[in-house]
């Protein structure tokens, strides 16, 4: 009689089991309804990937989930939480074929050293893979509800949801992208260098704040292009606009002006900390050595220093540092002009550093 109730009592629970499963189920898939819904309205990468992980944590409420996404222009990772970043980072490496952490943008944190980091068991990370024509994307996570089959059909679907509308908004990001970089160095182009470089001045003067920029132009690149090669002169100028963008601060704004000429805007920076960075700068180009083939190369560069005067129209401004740059050509190359003693000079006489006036 006992063996007997044990095993209805068996069967009612695999029954109301199956029941709760069927139910549970229904309200999962109803769920992922409305999130695919809602991510297919929203308008950027970061914006995308966060309704995926808000659908993951409302189905399977994840302990870990990270999303990672490789395009031709690198590698960028949204990841829930923070502390997992180390552990996580080795996986992602290997499986993206990452020769360094370094080469990861995080799209929702900025690490600090010394921060608490955790760990977890690699047997219990699950992890789901897509790629298409102009992306690879893995999404990684730590479940801490029961899976059962229909979860990765959920999986599935929320994954083949998402690669849609993140195809488009990286075509979208790509046709932009085409229309205001410069595709070798990664700066901006001259157009959009003038456009940004409008709102600038207008931010300038409607907060009555300096504003500052820099023309550069590398000394005698023809020579670097006769000797080594266009090759080896396309990579000079990729490395230089990587190493003065590295070494600027965040804000800056980087243009490749034309053949071997770049500018930057400095927003908030008066002449006097505009001559200090883009001598800083100068000092880093000329200690820097790049490597193409079998050659070893250094260059040098020529920086121009101008301030925004409210009295004077953006061609002037511009006009100004392009001066100063040939000054510093005819002053024997390597150099910024105008010197910083002489700025300095002209501050003592006025009593304060130029800046801008109602």
Known sequence: MKSQMNRISTRVTALFSMFFRIAERQTDHKKLTRYIVALNQKKS???IINEVAKCFKDILNYRLFAFVIQKDNGVDVWLDPRMFK???????LKDFNIQNQDELNYLNHT???????????????????QKEENFHS?????PQRTMYDYHDEIAGLILQSCAGALSQQVKIEDLKNAAIIDSLTGCYNRREFESQLKRNIAGALRHKTALSIFMFDLD?????????????????LKEVSELVRSNMRTGDILARYGGEEFIAILPGASKRKAIELADRLRMKIEKNTIFSDDFKIKVSASFGVSQFNPKADMKKFIQDADDMMYRAKLNGRNTVMPGLIKVIHEIALDGKEQTIQA
């Open 45 to 47: 990468q970061a914006d």
């Open 111 to 129: 690490f600090h050293p010394g921060e608490h980091e955790e760990q977890f068991k690699m047997d219990d990370l699950l992890s789901y893979e």
């Open 220 to 236: 005698h690149f023809k020579k670097v292009n006769d000797t080594f090669g266009h090759i080896a002169g396309d990579k000079v």
């Open 138 to 142: 893995r999404i990684y996570m730590l």
């Open 86 to 92: 180390k552990s996580l980072e080795q996986i992602i």
